[in-house]
Each structure stands twice: as C-alpha cells, then as structure tokens.
C-alpha cells in the first residue's frame, strides 16, 4: 500500500483528525484498471454529492486526479480509496475553523477479482438505522457493516441487511438486484444504505437493454423466490448469486446480459 496525506507520502493522520474521532467525513473504493480509475467521474460526483450534505470543502477534481497521478502508474491495478474528512479540530462535535484533510491509498492488485464465482449468500441478524440524510453516500461510519459482517467465517461470501422496519436494502458491501419473472427489482434506498456507482451504471444499462426496472421495496421472502439474483460494487462489477441460505439459483439471460454490456466476464 502507498498513500498520501494532503498531498504529501505520509502513513500517519493527527490524532485530532475528526475523521478519526468521530467519523466525520466521506470515502469512495475506486477500482484501478493499468493505471485508469474506473468510473472516476461518478465517483467523483457521489463524493461532491457527500460533501454537500455533510457541509465539507470538496477538494475538487484536479487536486485528486493530482493525487492519483503521484501513487497510480500505468501499469497498476488494484484499489484506490479515498478518505475526505472534516480535518483536526478541537475536542467536542461542534467544528470550527477546520480545514479538510484528505486521504488518498492504493492497494495493488493481489488476487483475482470475486465476480469469477458465484456468491453463496446469509442474512444478517444486524440491521440498517434509518436515516435519509445520509442515505445514499459512503460516510465513514460504517459500524452496521462492521458488526454484520462478524456474523459468519468462510461459509458465505456477503450478507444481506435490512432495515429496521424489515425491508431488504443491500449486502454489506454490495448492492442488490433480483429478477422476478423478468423483471429487474433493486431496494429503494432512500431512507439508508448507499447507492453503489455500479448499480448507477446497471441502472442506465438497463435503459438501453429494454429491461423493465423496478425499484421498491422489498421483502425478505421475495429472496428465496427469485428466478435471478446479482450483486453489485465498484471493485466486483456485477457478481452473480448462486445460493441464498442453502437455495440455489443460476445465472440467468439478465445478469448474463448486463454483465456483457458492462463488459465484465460471464
């Protein structure tokens, strides 16, 4: 791993930072292809989007690419994260005359992606608070993922969340599709989860394939009765789903269709 802090080769944030003492910031998982960050420009607009809700500085697109340029060759492949956050402040919530601090890391490549097998699914016992302010952006607060994912070994790949009122809204680094007698169904997620730039680009993806979307809510019944069922992120793609607590299911012509559209392997 290699990173920058503000600019500068650096490993170590101020302890004071308020990204560290109260997750007060932003970050985005952007996927490296030799040397190309996939999908920078909608990265780069879930990222602006953040920092208006949260009311930080957005460090602006030239400085990143700035950044990306000093860690990333040509050659690389692997993962960029990048961590905005509100800077070092005095102690207490209340921020005054902070300046943003920002947070750039590579990871190169060390395996092969997940999307070459299928995902083997649970469900979590751990659910989503309800918030519609900071529905959709990757805050740094991501406690409910952390304490779902405790919840199984090597036996499942991802595990799916609801919220508190029971509805199904995403795994708890994936989006979430599923396909009903030919129809495409993903979660509302409007009042928590994130909204994935990948299920961004299957969401306009399916405009020009003519497949009919719908986005709703979702029951966790309706997971055992799906004919097709994908995941979704940056770093993945599209990752088909082969089991869901022990029901099995194939990769149907909509997933075999979106991922060639996308131009991932089937």
């Not at 990871?107 to 900071?134: D, V, W």
């Not at 509805?167 to 993903?186: A, K, P, Q």
């Not at 719908?214 to 089991?243: C, H, Y």
Request: proline content about 4%; some cysteine.
């Amino acid at each position: 791993m290699s990173s920058l802090i503000n600019g500068q080769p650096d490993e170590c944030i101020n302890l004071q930072d308020r990204g560290l003492q109260y997750g007060d910031g932003l970050f985005e998982t952007i996927r490296i292809d030799r040397g190309e960050p996939q999908y920078w420009s909608a990265h780069l607009r879930r990222l602006q989007l953040g920092c208006e809700k949260l009311n930080l500085m957005f460090p602006g697109e030239n400085v990143l690419q700035a950044d990306v340029a000093s860690l990333v060759s040509t050659e690389n492949s692997g993962t960029l994260k990048v961590v905005v956050t509100r800077g070092v402040g005095q102690r207490g919530y209340r921020a005054v005359d902070t300046q943003p601090s920002r947070i750039v890391s590579f990871y190169p490549q060390q395996s092969s992606p997940e999307r070459f097998k299928t995902a083997h699914l649970c469900m979590c016992k751990h659910r989503l608070g309800i918030n519609p302010a900071l529905a959709g952006i990757k805050h740094l607060n991501r406690l409910e993922q952390v304490l779902a994912r405790a919840e199984w070994e090597d036996e499942y790949d991802e595990g799916i969340m609801l919220d508190m009122e029971g509805r199904v809204i995403e795994g708890t680094m994936s989006n979430l599709f599923l396909v009903n007698d030919g129809v495409l169904i993903t979660p509302e997620l409007t009042r928590c989860g994130v909204a994935g730039i990948m299920r961004e680009q299957i969401l306009e993806k399916v405009k020009a394939l003519n497949i009919t979307l719908k986005i709703r809510d979702i029951q966790p019944a309706e997971l055992r009765q799906a004919d097709e069922m994908f995941l979704s992120n940056s770093i993945i793609g599209i990752w088909p789903v082969g089991t869901f607590e022990g029901h099995s299911m194939a990769i149907g012509s909509i997933t075999e269709s979106l991922m060639q559209s996308l131009g991932l392997p089937c």
